[in-house]
C-alpha cells in the first residue's frame, strides 16, 4: 500500500503489527510522558492530514480522561522492500506517543500533591503503616536479643565444693558422676 494514500489508521493496545523483513511490534507504544504510561487508550486512531514532501502528518485521537492528551507522536510503518519503501507492508504500522496532563490534569496533581484516585492513596497509606509496622517488629526483636546477651546471662555462679575434688555450679546436683577427665567445669 503507498502510504501517502492511507487516510486513516485503527491501531489497538496488546496487538501487534504484521511484519515481513523485520519482528512484529506493539501497535501502541507508550514512551512516558508527564501523565506516565499508566492510561493507555485500548483504541487509537490516526487520520492522514497530508504530505509535507518527506512524510505523512498524521492526528491521533482517542478516548482520553480530559486529564490527559497525546503529546509527542510518530508513525512508523514498516517500508515494503527497503526502509524507507514508499510503498509499506498492511497492518505494518505503529504509534509511538508520549502521554502529557492537560492543564486539568496538572491543576490536580498540584491540589492534591500526587497524581492517582483514592484508591492509590489508601495503598500508599496501607503501605506506610505497614512499613512503619515491620520497623517497629525488627526494633522489637534486637532489643529483645540485646537483653538476652548482655543482661540475660547474669546468673551468679557459684559452685559448691565436693569431697571428690570437683567444684560444680549451683545448678548442678551434688550428686551427679564427676565429669570426664580433661573436661573443665567453667565450660558447662
Do not use: M
Request: charged residues 20%; contains cysteine.
Amino acid at each position: 500500500v503507498l502510504l501517502r494514500e492511507v487516510q486513516a489508521l485503527t491501531l489497538r493496545r496488546g496487538q501487534y503489527t504484521a511484519s515481513r523483513r523485520t519482528a512484529a511490534v506493539p501497535q501502541l507504544q507508550c514512551t512516558g510522558g508527564a501523565a506516565g504510561c499508566s492510561h493507555v487508550p485500548e483504541v487509537v486512531q490516526c487520520y492522514n492530514k497530508g504530505w509535507d514532501g518527506y512524510d505523512v502528518q498524521w492526528q491521533c485521537k482517542a478516548d482520553l480522561e480530559n486529564t490527559y492528551r497525546f503529546g509527542q507522536l510518530e508513525v512508523s510503518c514498516e517500508g515494503y522492500d527497503y526502509p524507507d519503501d514508499p510503498y509499506i507492508l498492511k497492518g505494518s504500522c505503529s504509534l509511538l506517543f508520549r502521554l502529557e496532563l492537560t492543564e486539568e490534569g496538572q491543576r490536580r496533581v498540584k491540589n492534591s500533591g500526587s497524581f492517582g484516585s483514592d484508591y492509590y492513596q489508601s495503598r500508599k497509606d496501607f503501605s506506610d503503616s505497614s512499613t512503619g509496622a515491620i520497623v517497629v517488629i525488627v526494633l522489637l526483636v534486637l532489643a529483645f536479643g540485646v537483653y538476652k546477651l548482655f543482661l540475660g546471662n547474669q546468673q551468679p555462679q557459684q559452685s559448691f565444693g565436693d569431697n571428690d575434688g570437683f567444684r560444680r555450679p549451683s545448678w548442678q546436683s551434688q550428686y551427679a558422676p564427676p565429669p570426664p577427665p580433661g573436661f573443665k567445669p567453667s565450660f558447662t
